[in-house]
């Protein structure tokens, strides 16, 4: 499946690229404040999709880098926090694992991403934000194309074509 998504400046713009691919016989969606929304047209937020993973790496990292710093604490014998004693010095290196856990669950759960932010998704939705319209269509490639020749007439602020991967 292709996906050819246009940003057109307002509603008219957006209504008017709708009625000339229909024309064509070119089935099409507008987003946009009175049409469908991002969440509705299935628009992945990257911002939700990276907390939801970060949740879900520390649920085992953090466990892990517990029992992981106790276990480093109990093999090298180190005495760091001499006022902890020996059990504390152990707790106190499990609690450092179980931090580096956490640390490792926000970058390979997505969590620089959530920072840096990465997707196309992000500049559609903000352009949805600041009142633009898209235009998008689904079909083959030769079906985005075609519809790639009509859109351009209404002079989008950007078009661009994406092909969906093979599953």
Known sequence: ???????????????????????????????????????????????????????FMAIWLVPFGFFAGITFSLLTGLDTFAWA??????????LLGAVAGAMGSAFAGGGVGLLVGSSDALPYRNRLNAGKYLVVVQGS???????????????????????????
Request: net charge negative.
């Open 1 to 55: 499946m292709n996906y050819l998504i246009a940003v057109l400046a307002d509603r008219i713009q957006a209504e008017a690229a709708y009625l000339a691919l229909e024309k064509e016989a070119i089935k099409s969606t507008i987003l946009g404040k009175g049409y469908k929304t991002a969440d509705e047209f299935g628009l992945i937020d990257p911002n939700e999709q990276a907390k939801k993973q970060t949740q």
């Open 141 to 167: 490639e030769i079906l985005t194309r075609q519809a790639t020749r009509v859109l351009r007439q209404f002079e989008p602020e950007n078009i661009q074509g994406y092909a969906a991967p093979r599953e």
């Open 85 to 94: 004693g020996e059990i504390g010095n152990h707790i106190i290196g499990g």
